[in-house]
T-cell receptor, first 116, second 107 residues
Framework: GAVVSQHPSRVICKSGTSVKIECRSLDFQATTMFWYRQFPKQSLMLMATSNEGSKATYEQGVEKDKFLINHASLTLSTLTVTSAHPEDSSFYIC????????????FGPGTRLTVT | ELKVEQNPLFLSMQEGKNYTIYCNYSTTSDRLYWYRQDPGKSLESLFVLLSNGAVKQEGRLMASLDTKARLSTLHITAAVHDLSATYFCAVVDDMRFGAGTRLTVKP
């Protein structure tokens, strides 16, 4: 099946620094990717929808200046957490749709961010 | 705003028993996903239901969709310990998830 990768799988950073998370579709071109955040023992919260070549659509309450999303190619979307704070510590998961397989949604393995 | 409600949120069952997880949603969407998540892991796709009346089965799990009632069910038959995980439903159109059902299967 289709594979979506994320890098890094784990990252620890200090308060005030920025961290970039990459999401790649490995064997298909993803025109749309989604970014989620998941706190312990909670559900996934959709942060934004990323469309190749255009600005991301952010969900209500998600700060677009803090969570920068770039979808510069059909196989890569990045999420940059700027000026990270301990409350940004979470599990970040991306997903991608394969336009050749209608409605199939593939999830990356997730990135665990810890801000100290 | 779309709401996706799952129940129960917690389910403890004995091996060999049957049970059903329910997913209600508030829009007119006719497409729904079911996922499994193990602790510390990402999501594993179980089923994609794309029309009213859709029924899919894989092993001990069977999912169905009733778009008129805006209800999907995930039925577990003769549960085994390996099924212990958190199960999520999500509406395809905008990828909003239910709260999840944490299933524990005890010997």
């Amino acid at each position: 099946g289709a594979v979506v990768s994320q890098h890094p799988s784990r990252v620890i950073c200090k308060s005030g620094t920025s961290v970039k998370i990459e999401c790649r579709s490995l064997d298909f071109q993803a025109t749309t990717m989604f970014w989620y955040r998941q706190f312990p023992k909670q559900s996934l919260m959709l942060m934004a929808t990323s469309n190749e070549g255009s600005k991301a659509t952010y969900e209500q309450g998600v700060e677009k200046d803090k969570f920068l999303i770039n979808h510069a190619s059909l196989t890569l979307s990045t999420l940059t957490v700027t000026s990270a704070h301990p409350e940004d510590s979470s599990f970040y998961i991306c997903s991608a749709r394969d336009p050749g397989r209608t409605y199939e949604q593939y999830f990356g393995p997730g990135t665990r961010l810890t801000v100290t | 705003e779309l709401k996706v409600e799952q129940n129960p949120l917690f389910l403890s069952m004995q091996e060999g028993k049957n049970y059903t997880i329910y997913c209600n949603y508030s829009t007119t969407s006719d497409r729904l996903y079911w996922y499994r998540q193990d602790p510390g892991k990402s999501l594993e796709s179980l089923f994609v239901l794309l029309s009213n009346g859709a029924v899919k089965q894989e092993g001990r799990l069977m999912a169905s969709l009733d778009t008129k009632a805006r209800l999907s069910t995930l039925h577990i038959t003769a549960a085994v310990h390996d099924l212990s995980a958190t199960y999520f439903c999500a509406v395809v159109d905008d990828m909003r998830f239910g709260a999840g059902t944490r299933l524990t299967v005890k010997p």
